[in-house]
């Protein structure tokens, strides 16, 4: 498959690279600063542009099967939210429709879960943006008419051998996971050819 991967120079964006090449795949990763990404492959294409720059976003996107989005917080607590936007907006405008997003470790429950509000007293208010940064990321996610994961790995609370993600084409599913921080990036890059959605709503095909 050809993906192109935003936040590819982080921790677990730099596995997703490193993963998605050994698995055969044709990759662009797109940063802001080339020098950042480590690994060089001839099926591996750095793209330099900025998240925020929906129209470098729109070149990176055009033409590929699939996209991953591992973003840091980045500036200001924006980057997540609004950088995903633009990269949903480029795939609409494309017609990619696979798209796997990674929230980071623990930080994307819903409003409503208790466990965000007890680590939103636990950090205070020098974390509160990075919060909800995601919880508006993956509202923008469920919301589109992508095919979609979410992977969310956890590190607080259940440790970080636990972890969820949630497939929405139509329906939704969420499944616990027994995963560790570093096998992320292997589930991710397993995500780009799972059609198990297929078998589970048959109506559903490209």
């Not at 929906?54 to 991953?68: H, I």
């Not at 980045?74 to 990269?87: D, Q």
């Not at 480029?90 to 990619?96: D, N």
């Not at 930080?107 to 943006?129: A, C, H, Q, T």
Request: net charge neutral.
């Amino acid at each position: 498959m050809k993906i192109v991967i935003f936040g590819s120079t982080g921790s677990v964006g730099s596995h997703v690279v490193e993963q998605a090449l050994r698995q055969g795949h044709q990759v662009t990763a797109f940063t802001r600063n080339p020098n950042h990404v480590a690994t060089r492959h001839e099926r591996l294409t750095v793209a330099q542009g900025d998240v925020l720059d929906s129209e470098a976003v729109l070149r990176a996107v055009a033409g590929q099967d699939a996209v991953v989005v591992t973003l840091g917080a980045g500036r200001k607590g924006e980057v997540r939210s609004h950088g995903t936007a633009a990269i949903i907006d480029a795939m609409q405008r494309t017609g990619v429709r696979r798209l796997i997003c990674q929230s980071t470790l623990g930080v994307g429950e819903s409003r409503d879960s208790l466990n965000f509000y007890w680590k939103r007293i636990m950090f205070g208010l020098l974390l509160r943006p990075a919060y909800a940064d995601h919880v508006e990321q993956e509202r923008r996610v469920r919301d589109s008419d992508l095919d979609w994961t979410i992977v969310r790995p956890s590190a607080f609370t259940n440790g970080p051998q636990t972890g969820k993600y949630e497939r929405g084409f139509g329906y939704d599913r969420m499944t616990e996971l027994k995963i560790s921080r570093a096998d992320v990036a292997d589930f991710i890059v397993d995500q780009l050819t799972d059609e198990s959605f297929l078998r589970a709503a048959p109506a559903i095909s490209y």
